[in-house]
Nanobody, 122 residues
Framework: VQLQASGGGLVQAGGSLRLSCEFS????????MAWFRQAPGKEREFVAA????????YYAASVKGRFASSRDNAKNTGYLQMDSLKPEDTAVYYC????????????????WGQGTLVTVSS
């Protein structure tokens, strides 16, 4: 399994970005997909997750109501729509996948993308 994250960039506060995570491997629909982020000097933290199949979603409190996770099983791709961005959202964003029923536990994810940088200016 390989993951390729894309879509990061520089945006003003209040703006939007959509991240994509392309999944290469068998049976994408059988994997949970999540997004984590890591700001400079901080630990990697959970942002959002979407379960297999049609996908129930879960969010960190800090992004709930502003971010939306989705997936297109036909395209083997997961997405993170980020609206109302704040400077504190600035971080490298990583997508991750697991075949286990894991939500926010970073240790439970077996596969990681390379990260994409999101910078939100004030």
């Amino acid at each position: 399994v390989q993951l390729q994250a894309s879509g990061g960039g520089l945006v003003q506060a209040g703006g939007s970005l959509r991240l994509s995570c392309e999944f290469s491997g068998p049976s994408f629909r059988n994997y949970f997909m999540a997004w984590f982020r890591q700001a400079p000097g901080k630990e990697r933290e959970f942002v959002a997750a979407i379960t297999w199949g049609s996908g129930s979603t879960y969010y960190a409190a800090s992004v709930k109501g502003r971010f939306a996770s989705s997936r297109d099983n036909a395209k083997n791709t997961g997405y993170l729509q980020m609206d109302s961005l704040k400077p504190e959202d600035t971080a490298v964003y990583y997508c991750a996948a697991t075949s286990r029923a894991v939500i926010s536990d970073r240790q439970g994810y077996d596969y990681w993308g390379q990260g994409t940088l999101v910078t939100v200016s004030s």
